[in-house]
């Protein structure tokens, strides 16, 4: 078994893959998904030096639609910068797989690749559509027991959807997750057409439902993070003002009085190549609160 892994995990998880990496190393396991009555698949990646006697802290990624567990740390070189701050990196899968609900691999932006980050509560959705206890409970849980991780010094990041799903459970638990930062996020679900179509597909019709996983509702409502919260948004994003829209939850915040660090860059796109060029900055800002 690893020398990534603590102890012997026996059955509970299963080794795909693991790499030496920027002086530490990344892997890839599955396990059977209590949450998801499922298998689940997520990464890890264990920076030197860490141990049961010096756990690392540790940055949760979300990645968008379409994307799995390997994408943000494939694409996004935010491991050799959490490499440089001894931080380790924890990434999920972005939906449950095979779950066969009808319909969940005809879209891009529902079911297969697009679970939004929350609990499903209509049927057939919610017997495996549980992404939002997933991330919020169990990987972290699994992931704390299994490697030398420190939960009392855990952050949140995302891109898109996963950047949804990061501000979400900030602004529920910030008590859990104490950095957060996001690239391009969908920060008003419920008013655009990607939400929209989740949240009435998951969730129903009742738009109270909806508040709860919405972040600019959430910061209304009186939901704020202790931290300043980071976003970067390109000006060039295909999606900035039909599913995006940051300037709403910037005048949220304004109101609300939550720190907010909103920065727009011009000529940048929604894609991972915009995510390398400001990764780092998000990196340190974990860094700067989750190894104070």
């Not at 639609?65 to 990196?89: D, M, P, Q, W, Y």
């Not at 909806?210 to 300043?228: I, V």
Request: proline share 5%; aromatic share 8%; charged share 20%.
């Amino acid at each position: 078994m690893s020398g990534m892994i603590l102890s012997d995990p026996g059955k509970e998880l299963t080794v795909r893959a693991e790499h030496a990496c920027c002086g530490g190393h990344v892997g890839f396991y599955s396990h059977a998904s209590r949450t998801l009555g499922l298998e689940a698949r997520f990464a890890v990646f264990m920076p030197a030096g860490a141990t049961q006697a010096r756990r690392a802290p540790v940055i949760h990624l979300l990645a968008g639609l379409t994307c799995t567990e390997e994408t943000f740390l494939i694409k996004s070189n935010v491991i050799r910068f959490a490499a440089r701050h001894g931080i380790a990196l924890v990434a999920t899968d972005t939906s449950p797989r095979g779950a066969g609900v009808p319909g969940e691999d005809e879209s891009y932006d529902l079911g297969t690749g697009a679970g939004f980050y929350l609990d499903a509560t209509r049927a057939p959705w919610s017997t495996h559509y549980r992404m939002g206890s997933y991330v919020a409970e169990e990987l972290p849980e699994l992931t704390q027991r299994l490697f030398a991780l420190d939960g009392t010094r855990r952050g949140i990041m995302g891109h898109s959807m996963g950047g949804h799903g990061a501000l979400v459970h900030a602004l529920r638990a910030p008590q859990a997750w104490k950095s957060v930062s996001a690239f391009a996020p969908i920060v008003h679900p419920a008013v655009v057409p990607w939400g929209e179509k989740a949240f009435s597909t998951y969730l129903g019709q009742d738009r109270a439902a909806w508040a709860r996983h919405d972040a600019t509702l959430l910061l209304e409502a009186g939901h704020t993070h202790p931290t300043t919260i980071l976003i970067d948004q390109g000006d060039a994003d295909q999606f900035l003002q039909t599913q995006l829209r940051p300037d709403l939850f910037s005048d949220a915040a304004a109101k609300a009085g939550q720190p907010l660090r909103l920065r727009h860059h011009k000529g940048y796109d929604h894609s991972y190549w915009f995510i390398q060029s400001f990764i780092e900055d998000h990196v340190t800002h974990h860094a700067a609160i989750l190894t104070a």
